[in-house]
Structure formats: C-alpha cells, structure tokens
C-alpha cells in the first residue's frame, strides 16, 4: 500500500509518521519549496501528545515547547474565574505542551526525513489535480520551477491547510471561509517568566480578550519565549472576508494597544509585551461550515483542509493528529475505501461539534459569562456564578474535545 499526502504541514507530518510506523509506504508532497519555522503558538493537548508519545516524540518536544501546567480564565483585571491543572497535572497520561508551530513542524519535518527517508519528502510539489479508478488515485503536481508531474498511489489525503485545494475540487459549491469580524494580533517575544513559566492565561471581557502562554525556552532561565494574542471585534459578523486569510500578514502595534490597555493584569505588563515584539501578525477569526463528507473513493480530508476552526480552546492541531490515528487505524484494519469511509464516519460528527461550539466561544464563554454578570470586576466569582455552571463550560468543553480526565473542581 502506499498513500499520497497533499500537505507537509503539523496534520500531514504526523500522519506520514504514523503510516511509516504501521509499516505503510507514504509519500508527502508539500507546496512550499523551503521549510521555514512560520506561525507563532499552538497548543497540544494530552489526547494528541500521547500519540505524539507513541512515536517516541517527547523528548524532542521537550526540548522545544513547554509542558504547560496550568490554564486560568480571568476577567480584565485578572481576577480568577476559573483555573484547572493541565496535562500530566490534571491526572492525564500525558503532557500537554505549548509550542511554536514553526519549531514543531521542523521537528517533525526532521523526524519524519530521517525515519522515511528523503525520497518520501516532496517540498516544492502543489498538489494541482486528482484521477482515480476503482485501484488506484493520480495526483497531478506542480513544481516551484512551473513542471508538471503525476504520482500514483492507493489513497491520497488532502492535508493542504485551510485554503484547501482538494476540499474545494470536491465541494466546489460550498461557501468560501467565514469570518465573524473578529481581528486578532499576535505575536511571541523573550519576556520574564511569570506564574512558574508554564502557565496558560486567557482573560478578558466582551470587548477584548488575551490569550497568553510561553512556547518555549527564553534568553535565561528567568525568561520564555512568550507568546500573546489579542482579539476582538472590529466588523459584524458575517462581513466578507477583507482579506484572504494569511498567516503571515503584518498587524501593526498601533491597532493593537488601545485594545491591550483594557486589560490590567497584575503580574504582566502586557502593553509593553506587545510594544517589544518585534513581529506581529493580525488576521481574521475565520473557519468554514462543516462539509457533509469528506471522502470520494480513495480521497479524502485531513486536518485544518477538513474542518478549519475559530482557534478557541486550542484545538487545530490535536483534532488534526486525532483525524490521523484514526485514518491510520483504518487503514490497518480494511481495504482502502472502506478504511477513508470508517475514518470519515467517526471523525466528521467529532470535528463538526468541535467547529460549531467554537463559533459560539468555546470555552472562552466562561469570559463572556462573568464579564455578563459583573462587567467592573467581583469580590469573589462564587458571588456571581456557581463552580457548577463554571464546570459545564470549561470541562463540557473538554468531553466535546476529547480530552476530559474527570469531573473536578475549581480551585
Ligand atoms: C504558515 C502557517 C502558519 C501557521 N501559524 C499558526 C499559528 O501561529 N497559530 C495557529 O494556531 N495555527 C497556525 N497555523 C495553522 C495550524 O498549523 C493548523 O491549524 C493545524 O496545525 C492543523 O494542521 P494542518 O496540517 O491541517 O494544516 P497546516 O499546518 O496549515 O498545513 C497545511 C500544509 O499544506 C501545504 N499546502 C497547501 N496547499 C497545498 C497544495 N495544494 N499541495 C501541497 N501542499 C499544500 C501548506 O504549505 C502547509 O504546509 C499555521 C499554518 C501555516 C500554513
């Protein structure tokens, strides 16, 4: 068996490295001629870190990113609402990590060159056209100096990102992507650590919200590379995109502090953060609606090309390793399109939960609740919310995600 992989981003590596160790032949094919570390902080949850486990990853991402031990949700002042243990400290068997999404995928680039082998790594190959019959799929690939090639194999898994080709040859009549008129910047600076070093905060009110965690080792032990976000509304929603969504689009500092000003957080100037990043991105919250399938015979969708989402609740890039055990599960177990269409039947409803929670605030609804209730600040958040009703959103959110360890409570 050998299966074509459209897409060497976080999704498509983690893939080949699951096929190759199954024992299935894989070949990945990715548009960008050079590998560059582009994008700032993501998230991996202990459901996708275990698998990452399961390759023998961890101590490279030790090495790079940080076991985060804490996630708190506090309001503008950053009076607590909630906080709960994270990773192996919530009783998970495995960590959860913050990283930077470049590093992570150079180290999984790097992994999967030396245990495929470099023939199995195609950079500089646009995946631009697809075949098949009832044995085999073409794919048709443009390379960075204009020439065409096709490759055969028994699958081929679209992977290629958020402005997916493959999803648009087989829904060329769905909408385009949708923003709900949310701006974020954001950026990842060397800065003191605070609260330990690995600490997630995500604060705010209605009109701003911060997300805040270190990805990585800083300038001395006292320092992470810290990574920051900060959202909020500048358009309704629904507005047309106003520009396609890139990652790598410059946000100017000016547009960004009058919303970092709101915020007063105790143990962090988070104004002067901003002002010494040297780079920050701005683009626009955007996802897609869930599609009604994603697999065509021996074709099908993994990752942000499958279910592109809001990035609340740290989600993009586990749900795409999750899509990938299950895929190659599958793939063990029954003949090729029976394998895609198992994959797609379990994993689809799953991310389409995951997709439709986020458009509504995911587990940054517990922000939304307080600042509701009490806009100015409370004396204690018991006055204004129960730890029930608090619990239902943080850990209702993390069944829905996959990632529930057990009912507990706020400290
Ligand atoms: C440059 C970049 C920066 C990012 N930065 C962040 C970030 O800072 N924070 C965050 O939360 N998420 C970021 N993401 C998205 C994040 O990586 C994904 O949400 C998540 O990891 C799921 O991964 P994925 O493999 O599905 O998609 P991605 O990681 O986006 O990978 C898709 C890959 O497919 C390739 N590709 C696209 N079209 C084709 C084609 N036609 N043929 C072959 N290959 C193709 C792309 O070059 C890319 O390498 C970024 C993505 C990219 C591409």
Known sequence: ???????????????????????????VLEAAQDIRPLGVGINLLPHAVRELQSLHLLPALDA????????TYANHRGQEIWSEPRGLYAGHEAPQFSIHRGRLQTLLWTAAHDRLGPDALRPGHRLTGIAQDADRVTAYLTRGDGSTITLQGDALIGVDGIHSWLRAHLHPDQPGLRWNG??????????????????????????????????????????????????????DPQTP???RQNWSRPGQYDAVRPLAERLALPFIDITA????????????????????????GRVTLLG???????????????????????????????????????????????????????????????????????????????????????????????RLAGFAVSPGSPS
């Not at 070093?197 to 300038?219: H, Q």
């Not at 394998?339 to 995951?354: F, G, H, M, N, V």
């Open 1 to 27: 068996m050998h299966i074509l992989i459209a897409g060497g981003g976080i999704g498509g590596l983690v893939l080949a490295l699951m096929l190759q160790d199954a024992g299935i032949a894989c070949t």
């Open 64 to 71: 790079t990113g940080i076991r985060t031990r804490r996630l």
């Open 182 to 235: 949310i701006s974020m910047w954001r950026g990842a600076t060397d800065w003191a650590a605070y609260d330990g070093g690995d600490a997630m905060v995500v604060a705010g009110d209605m009109t701003v919200k911060l997300v805040l965690y270190p990805i990585g080792p800083g300038s001395t032990p006292a320092h992470r590379l810290t990574n920051w976000v900060i959202y909020a509304r500048v358009a």
């Open 241 to 243: 995109t106003p520009d």
């Open 273 to 296: 953060l901003i002002r010494a990043t040297p780079e920050i991105y701005e683009y626009p919250m955007c996802d897609r609606d869930p599609l009604p399938w994603w697999t065509q």
């Open 304 to 398: 942000d090309a499958a279910h592109p989402m809001y990035p609340v609740g740290s989600n993009g890039a586990s749900q795409a390793i999750v899509d990938a055990r299950c895929l190659v599960t599958a793939l063990q177990t029954r003949p090729v399109p029976a394998a895609l269409r198992a994959y797609d039947a379990q994993r689809l409803p799953a991310t389409a939960a995951i997709v439709q929670s986020n458009r509504t605030g995911g587990p940054e609804r517990i922000i939304d609740l307080a600042a509701a209730r009490a806009p100015d600040g409370f004396g204690h958040i018991h006055d204004i919310a129960t730890p029930a009703e608090l619990a239902d959103i943080a850990q209702g959110y993390a």
